[in-house]
């Protein structure tokens, strides 16, 4: 994995120790959206959009790092796993691979709102059940405590990945998605070939 990609699981843990599922961090996120995962705070009136987040800010997390590293991980085809907030990184990858395949030349802001909402509310698959697509890298729940506080998290990480997406997808203005990122989707990585997110 590039070193860059080390940045959360250095500085995070720092501000709060992480809770583990699965061998899967349950990393702070800044995010509307309910679900156990620790809520860092808003974005300050000075940030106008997601775009503009040091990555050294108090209210950066995962998520970012996810969305702003993607494209340099589509052009590595092995990941170091250091720690449990890699495996929240491949996760996140692989949803956004999945995620951009949706993602039509021609579809506008609104159509792919209401695409990738479906597909963050879809029912997913869980770190041992015959559908997830990456058994090998993730511990199934010790119990079912465990696997309702991760399905939680998996949630909320999914349903702000996405408006987050949407906001670089479509941050020029034009009403078209970027030919840039519709470009890496044809083009997935290593993991994201192994299959999606969705149980079907």
Known sequence: MPEDNQQIQTVLPLRLSPRHGCNFALLPLRTRTRGPAYTLSPLPASITNDLD????SEHYDILDETITLFRANTLFRNFEIKGPA???????ILFISDCLSRI???MSLRDSEKALQTVALDHF???GDPAFPLNALYQPPRDRMEAEALR??????RQELVIRLL???Y????????KVLSHISSHPTTVAEQGTLTAS
Do not use: E, F, H, T
């Open 104 to 106: 039509k030349p021609s």
């Open 125 to 127: 698959a869980l770190p």
């Open 53 to 56: 987040i040091d990555p050294d």
């Open 171 to 178: 941050a020029d203005g034009s009403g078209k998605p970027s």
């Open 167 to 169: 906001n670089r997808v």
């Open 152 to 157: 939680g998290y998996i949630g909320q990480m």
């Open 86 to 92: 890699d495996r929240v990184l491949i996760y996140g």
